[in-house]
T-cell receptor, first 113, second 112 residues
Framework: DQQVKQNSPSLSVQEGRISILNCDYT??????FLWYKKYPAEGPTFLIS?????DKNEDGRFTVFLNKSAKHLSLHIVPSQPGDSAVYFC????????????FGQGTRLTINP | NAGVTQTPKFQVLKTGQSMTLQCAQD?????MSWYRQDPGMGLRLIHY???????DQGEVPNGYNVSRSTTEDFPLRLLSAAPSQTSVYFC???????????FGSGTRLTVV
């Protein structure tokens, strides 16, 4: 069973507009959530994270929102830039899991000029 | 500062062959993990380690062995390769208390 789900395999957004990537999870024990960005032929790179005690975390153009009651998190990128075109993975960690991460399937974001 | 280094970058194996995927990090990170990435499946945890001499299984450990004799190295061994092990393999490391893992650039393995 997939504990972390990204239901949109792909997303296309115009340059300068807002990109919103979504992620749902089923395990209420998850207490830390992360977003990773991956370019082709490279490893994922850490982008932004949020603890379950918060509902928002912001870093420049990137903001992550967490809705614990809905078991849903989202990543907002504004304004979107061509360099943001990549695959984005959300991940979650269980406090009893020795910092093990559970990843979603990924969403391919394409920013169109 | 090299970060996480994985070798080789590409490998083709015949069914039944064995091999070791190498992973080394120079950041003195305690935690290291191996993931495989398959289309539509995201990254799945194979094995992980919380320190030298300590390893444990992840979500998909069958067919793989690991050991951690030093802080820096965490090799992944395929004992008898199968076509189902065709995948891209990523090694990652981080410090205790930091969930933001640093990933290597990956090894693309094809088993024919």
């Amino acid at each position: 069973d997939q504990q972390v789900k990204q239901n949109s395999p792909s997303l296309s957004v115009q340059e300068g507009r807002i990109s919103i990537l979504n992620c749902d999870y089923t395990n209420s024990m998850f207490d830390y959530f992360l977003w990773y960005k991956k370019y082709p032929a490279e490893g994922p790179t850490f982008l932004i994270s949020i603890s379950s005690i918060k509902d928002k975390n912001e870093d420049g153009r990137f903001t992550v929102f967490l809705n614990k009651s809905a078991k849903h998190l989202s990543l907002h990128i504004v304004p979107s830039q061509p360099g943001d075109s990549a695959v984005y993975f959300c991940a979650a960690s269980d406090p009893q899991g020795a910092q093990k991460l559970v990843f979603g399937q990924g969403t391919r974001l394409t920013i169109n000029p | 500062n090299a970060g996480v280094t994985q070798t080789p970058k590409f490998q083709v194996l015949k069914t039944g062959q064995s091999m070791t995927l190498q992973c080394a990090q120079d950041m003195n990170h305690e935690y290291m993990s191996w993931y495989r990435q398959d289309p539509g499946m995201g990254l799945r945890l194979i094995h992980y380690s919380v320190g030298a001499g300590i390893t444990d299984q992840g979500e998909v450990p069958n067919g793989y062995n690991v050991s951690r004799s030093t802080t820096e190295d965490f090799p992944l061994r395929l004992l008898s390769a199968a076509p189902s092990q065709t995948s891209v393999y990523f090694c990652a490391s981080t410090r205790a208390g930091n969930y933001g893992y640093t990933f290597g650039s990956g090894t693309r393995l094809t088993v024919v």
